[in-house]
T-cell receptor, first 110, second 112 residues
Framework: KNEVEQSPQNLTAQEGEFITINCSYS?????LHWLQQHPGGGIVSLFM?????KKHGRLIATINIQEKHSSLHITASHPRDSAVYIC????????????WGAGTKLIIKP | DTAVSQTPKYLVTQMGNDKSIKCEQN?????MYWYKQDSKKFLKIMFS???????INETVPNRFSPKSPDKAHLNLHINSLELGDSAVYFC???????????FGNGTRLTVT
């Protein structure tokens, strides 16, 4: 069992729907990253958070350290949001190491 | 103004050859990384350099050797390429351990 688990693995939704992608981890962490990998392969860092909530445009990331859980939300989803979303956790005292989730493939249909 | 650039984007080569992938960042970051993305899309760290010094060296074959001539560059040399080396390799940088990662666009290596 991977120390960082994402769900769902695949998600297909209609344009405009509210999207939630979940990330659970089993180790103590000091920070968690959310990244987006486009169909063309490029990877973009969306958020890095260690507590609470962050918002950027239509994207919202939350983390609950006690529950070892983070969520990425997309409001008013659009076909251009179609991508793979990856969470990665930095373990306590891990010295730059990240534990990567397997990614969630999101498809938004027009 | 590409922040992290890696070249080439595609690399097709035969088994046994030696090849290099170059990475440069113009963000002034202290830390650079090489990741390998396998067929299951997991990103696995291979190496990390902080200010030209190796800080992470995961269990990769010693055919892979990183070279950091300065903190803006981290190149990856691969000797005696094997079929299993086929993957997408990503370079990334960050300003320290607590900062977001910035990725290059990846190099798709195909070994035939």
């Amino acid at each position: 069992k991977n120390e960082v688990e994402q769900s769902p693995q695949n998600l297909t939704a209609q344009e405009g729907e509210f999207i939630t992608i979940n990330c659970s981890y089993s180790v103590g962490i000091s920070a968690l990253h959310w990244l987006q990998q486009h169909p063309g392969g490029g990877i973009v860092s969306l958020f890095m958070l260690s507590s609470g909530k962050k918002k950027h445009g239509r994207l919202i990331a939350t983390i609950n350290i006690q529950e070892k859980h983070s969520s990425l939300h997309i409001t008013a989803s659009h076909p251009r949001d179609s991508a793979v979303y990856i969470c990665a956790a930095r373990g306590l005292g891990s010295n730059y190491q990240l534990i990567w989730g397997a990614g969630t493939k999101l498809i938004i249909k027009p | 103004d590409t922040a992290v650039s890696q070249t080439p984007k595609y690399l097709v080569t035969q088994m046994g050859n030696d090849k290099s992938i170059k990475c440069e960042q113009n963000l002034g970051h202290d830390t650079m990384y090489w990741y390998k993305q396998d067929s299951k899309k997991f990103l696995k760290i291979m190496f990390s350099y902080n200010n030209k010094e190796l800080i992470i060296n995961e269990t990769v074959p010693n055919r892979f050797s990183p070279k950091s001539p300065d903190k803006a560059h981290l190149n990856l040399h691969i000797n005696s390429l094997e079929l299993g080396d086929s993957a997408v390799y990503f370079c990334a940088s960050s300003q320290g351990e607590d900062s977001p990662l910035h990725f290059g666009n990846g190099t798709r290596l195909t070994v035939t």
